[in-house]
């Protein structure tokens, strides 16, 4: 096959390059694994440190990024593992499948262990701008470090030109260095609204407000979490500080419930919000803006692992996440997951996950002590200490993860939001009253069945736009998002398979 590297015998094949993956990466090649790192993006640091084109001349890219020295140094790491061999990074690779080696299929998830655990997996990616050339690498084992995308809940007007991603925005400012708008309402909720409400008035866009649908107060439950997480509170309260200097207002227990314009957003309606996320009668106003900057959270991107029959479990804001033990292992033996994939905690919480999977795989696969270590028995050591300070690190940080999702979980009276012309896929144009026909008039009981009767769901995005929506208007929490093919693939390359 055409870039076809079965007889590399790769120790780990990474999927994934942003903190998590790099830092597995990484930890990796200094305990002495050969290492191929796969990423769809032309350098690492995944979302969080998205980085602008070279062509654009920043001179100062970490003005946009926080921890942006941890991040440094791991490049730097990389980069000297790629110049002595020890790692291979496949830049602008989208891995499609991943399968066991022997089995009869590109999936894995009727092939036994013991053929993983022997013989190991074929990851198959496409790469070029039309995904024409295919790369096929085998490795020992497989770390999934695949991150997440924006959960989305819709309102009316949300399909007009302006109104972008929370997230989206952020990605802009990163990586292109433009604004979505020079007058940005930010609105949504979670944690990631502040920080990008501060970035975007700190790059000189006015942000008349933000929006957040949830209410801080929610954190007082959690003391113990936030006790053990001091940065945390102490990130929030900057971004806070730096949004009043700013004349940010901040609204809690608000959202906007619907968009307005002609040939782009001109205008939002903002509603105050009750426990349960619906308007209050009265409470609406207007604020102009000329672009809107929205998301309800993130979603872990979960396509490959759970085709190959990883467990899953749901967090407390109803999102899916795969289940791992305390050694980052899924259920599938050969198989481990680190970052967002394991439940969204945010990029500190990723290089930790990271670091304890690339070990616990060295491990296993039995890797060399760490690097520094010593004698064998003094790097034994060495490492158990190690280990029991990253997995005290992960349990804090996991524990205000979990708290994050509980505050933050959406309500069901969201859905009040909603007109029955409001779009809710957009790749098929369904609209609420359709997918709320298929629920209360057919009996559709689930996404997927909804997506049958109305194909929401079926369009370029393949439900991770309206996924989340249109499982939530069926009474259920957000889908796993599990698909045979984890991106379009050409018929011709499926061919060779």
């Not at 809690?252 to 105050?272: C, E, K, N, Q, Y």
Request: proline share 6%; with cysteine; net charge positive.
């Amino acid at each position: 096959m055409p870039g076809s590297e079965h007889d590399i015998a790769f120790d780990l094949g990474i999927v994934g390059a942003g903190p998590a993956g790099l830092a597995a990466a990484v930890t990796a090649a200094d305990l002495g694994l050969r290492t191929v790192l796969l990423d769809t993006a032309p350098r690492p640091g995944g979302q969080f440190y998205r980085q602008p084109a070279a062509g654009l001349g920043a001179r100062r890219p970490q003005a946009l990024h926080h921890h942006w020295r941890a991040f440094a140094q791991l490049a730097r790491r990389l980069r000297r593992h790629i110049g002595d061999g020890t790692v291979l990074h496949l830049a602008e690779h989208h891995v499609w499948s991943v399968g066991a080696v022997g089995s009869a299929g590109s999936s894995a998830s009727s092939a036994s262990s013991s053929s993983a655990d022997s013989a190991g997996w074929l990851l198959h990616a496409v790469s070029g701008p039309e995904g024409l050339a295919a790369r096929t690498v085998r490795a020992r084992a497989v770390l999934f470090a695949t991150g997440a995308y924006e959960r989305q809940l819709p309102f009316p007007g949300w399909t007009l030109p302006g109104v972008v991603g929370a997230g989206g925005a952020q990605a802009m400012l990163k990586a292109g260095l433009v604004l979505p708008g020079q007058r940005v309402v930010v609105a949504g909720s979670g944690p990631l609204l502040l920080a990008v409400a501060a970035s975007l008035a700190a790059a000189g866009a006015r942000v008349p407000l933000v929006a957040e649908a949830a209410g801080y107060a929610g954190y007082t439950r959690g003391v113990s979490a936030l006790a053990a997480n001091p940065g945390k509170l102490a990130e929030g309260v900057s971004y806070g500080v730096r949004l009043l200097r700013r004349r940010v207002a901040v609204r809690t227990r608000s959202a906007v419930v619907a968009a307005h314009g002609a040939d782009r957003v001109a205008s939002v309606t903002v509603a105050r919000l009750d426990r349960d996320w619906r308007p209050v009668p009265g409470s609406e106003r207007r604020v102009s803006c000329d672009a809107v900057a929205v998301g309800h959270g993130l979603l872990p991107q979960l396509e490959l692992p759970v085709e190959l029959g990883c467990r899953t479990r749901t967090m407390p804001d109803g999102g899916p996440a795969l289940e791992v033990d305390a050694c980052q292992r899924t259920s599938v033996p050969g198989l481990w997951a680190a970052g967002e994939s394991t439940g969204v905690g945010g990029a500190e919480l990723a290089l930790v996950e990271g670091e304890l999977a690339a070990r616990s795989i060295t491990a296993e696969l039995g890797g060399l002590p760490p690097t520094g270590g010593g004698d064998h028995h003094g790097g034994r050591r060495l490492e158990r200490r190690l280990d029991r300070r990253l997995d005290r690190r992960r349990a804090r940080l996991r524990d205000f993860a979990e708290l994050m999702a509980t505050v933050h979980r959406p309500g069901p009276g969201w859905s009040d939001w909603l007109t029955a012309d409001t779009e809710v896929c957009r790749c098929e144009e369904v609209t609420a009253g359709q997918v709320r026909a298929a629920v209360d008039q057919l009996g559709a009981g689930d996404q997927r069945t909804v997506k049958l009767l109305t194909r929401a769901g079926m369009g370029w995005c393949q439900g991770r736009m309206c996924g989340s929506a249109v499982a939530r208007l069926a009474g259920q929490d957000d889908p796993v998002g599990g698909r045979p093919l984890s991106c379009p693939v050409p018929l011709g390359l499926l061919a060779q398979e």
